[in-house]
């Protein structure tokens, strides 16, 4: 069956870095546009980027953008949210999602695969 598994969350400082990956199995990974989303407690889960299937095109929330950084190596079926300058609103549960189609989607809806999510706690 289709498993995406989570890691590198953990606790960081305010201002520092993290690199999450998301490896996927049973599946055609290249045949999917690949999604994070984060969820903070309280909150409804949120977009936060995306990538195309053949990495070509990526698209990211607006608070997001100039820190984070999608990317997709299809050879090893993983993708990767690099995270820098964190700060504490990020701290979230954050989550991949699979989307077996050709346009990038932002609404969880759209999304046929999820992990089962990795933490990220951001202190100030």
């Known amino acids: 069956q289709v498993q995406l598994v989570e890691s590198g969350g953990g606790l960081v400082q305010g201002g520092g870095s993290l690199t999450l990956s998301c490896a996927a199995s049973?599946?055609?990974?290249?045949?999917?546009?690949m999604g994070w989303f984060r969820q903070a407690p309280g909150k409804e889960r949120e977009f936060v980027a995306g990538?195309?299937?053949?990495?070509?095109?990526?698209y990211y929330e607006d608070s997001v953008k100039g820190r984070f950084t999608i990317s997709r190596d299809n050879a090893k079926n993983t993708v990767y949210l690099q995270m820098n300058s964190l700060k504490p609103e990020d701290t979230a549960v954050y989550y991949c999602?699979?989307?077996?189609?050709?346009?990038?989607?932002?609404?969880?809806?759209?999304?046929?695969?999820w992990g089962q999510g990795t933490q990220v706690t951001v202190s100030s």
């Open positions: 049973g599946l055609t990974f290249s045949w999917y546009i």
């Open positions: 990538i195309t299937r053949s990495g070509d095109t990526v």
């Open positions: 999602a699979a989307h077996h189609g050709v346009a990038l989607h932002t609404n969880t809806h759209d999304y046929d695969y």
